[in-house]
């Protein structure tokens, strides 16, 4: 399974790594990363993480935000799950009125244009009507909106229970069996 993970400058890049560490134990997925210049900042910042190492440890692959000669900029090219997250404001609005302006919104313009299986993480609140207008209009195309907010019924003792809760569901959200996290008995 080919899997596009977008990772543009919001806060809760930890939420990322913990994905990518996930996808990446279960050897049967190919991931390509993108990542936008201020998550960067952003994981180095929250996670004293650098992303370009981070995949290269992961063997994942890697695109600039601005190459838009990737294959994975191009509908030609089969993928069959996209997800950002975190997903800015920003790049929310720009996927909401089909900007493609970096290879982050050109690869989920390509997911709606191809009628695949697209995930956004919003990492933003207080949500305004704006927002949430375009999360609506994303909704109704059948785009996956799973906003990172974790749940307590599992009596969750660390930071990773509730990274852990959130990265479940998203695993959920786009078919992909899991244990991560502990689930309403």
Known sequence: MKIVIG???ASGT???KRLLEYLSEEKKFQIYAIASKNAVKIAKSELNVDFFDFFEKLGIAYYRNDDFYSPIASGSFLVDKTIII????KTLSSIAI???DSLITRVCDV?????RPLTICPREMPFSSIHLENMLKLAQIGV???VPAPAFYGGPKTIDDLVNFVVGKILDSICIENNIYKRWK
Not at 86 to 89: A, G, K, L, R, T
Not at 111 to 115: G, L, P, Q, Y
């Open 7 to 9: 990772i543009s400058g």
């Open 111 to 115: 997911a709606i244009k191809e009628r």
């Open 98 to 100: 089909g900007y493609a």
């Open 144 to 146: 996956n909106i799973v």
């Open 86 to 89: 975190p997903c800015s404001v």
């Open 14 to 16: 930890i939420y990322t």
